[in-house]
């Protein structure tokens, strides 16, 4: 009798063990990433006002923190004074230009073009980053800015130089028109700046941390918030390369967590290409056992996930 009670017992343990690993079959570890927006100034400058607390909830357009404005708004002051004087000096002008005066045309093109050089360095050099998402939308706006000021200054050289060689009333006239209109760029590029020392965002989401208080310097492109956009939220997972072929881009994946009472449904978004974790010589029977391969899914409905949260994957 012991011994039947004994192999019935191995039995029914059998049974139980084969029927848990039927259960935890094609389920992977993985954990839940957040993708960040990380909020910036274009430029640097003493910290002066934060309209946001960890936790809130933003929308697009609002105002996160503010940034000293003093210099800015000097700089503005300054370029609309000059714009002032450029039209009451095109108002004024009756006589047409002495070679004296076209040299110094000349001196002022070439240093147009300089700028426009190194705006045009500028602007190629940020400008992909901004595409791609690794640079900030201001910093983008910002080259922007100013490699229009410099084409307009280039601009408004040459014209200037072209209707001072005419000569007369009217060509001086025409030049310092197109001075004035080299201003008014400048206003505006100052404007643009005062205006960035609010710095808004540009997405809806939730501020998740603060990186800078008030009464702090800030360095330019030096994140204040981290704001987190809605559908911001992945899990990522690693499938042995021998399962792989269950997954594809667009399958449906359900998510557990630790103490959830149901599954979250999301929708597989990224396969690596490339393993982690490879042998460092050759693929063996044993050593492709060891092979992993990174999926990414999107949840459909990400409640109660957090940042860094473990999760379990169940295969399609």
Known sequence: MNIEFRMIVVALVALLLGACADALDGDYVGYVEAEYVYVAGPQPGWLVGLSVREGDSVSAGDVLF????????????????????????????????????????NAQLEEARVRLVAAKSEYDRWMPLVREGNASQSRGDEVQANYRAAQARVSAANDA??????????????????????????????????????????????????YHRKGEFVGAASPVVAL??????????????????????????????????????ATVSFIAQEAEFTPPVIYSAASRDKLVFLVEARPLEPTGLKPGLPVDVAAP
């Open 161 to 210: 130089i072209t209707v001072a060689k005419l000569g007369g009333r009217e060509g001086r006239r025409s030049a310092a028109g197109a001075a004035a209109d080299a201003t008014l760029a400048a206003v505006a590029e100052a404007r643009w700046r005062l205006e960035q020392r609010a710095v808004k965002a540009e997405v809806a989401g939730t501020i998740e941390a603060i």
């Open 228 to 265: 987190l956009p809605p559908g911001a939220l992945k899990v990522r997972f690693f499938v042995p390369q021998a399962e792989l072929s269950y997954f594809s881009v667009g399958d449906n994946v359900l998510i557990r967590t630790d103490g959830a009472d149901a599954p979250i449904e």
């Open 66 to 105: 503010e940034l000293d404005k003093t210099q800015q708004t000097a700089q503005l002051d300054a370029a609309i004074a000059r714009a002032r004087e450029a039209g009451a000096m095109a108002d004024d002008i009756s006589t047409g230009a002495r070679p004296e005066e076209v040299e110094e045309l």
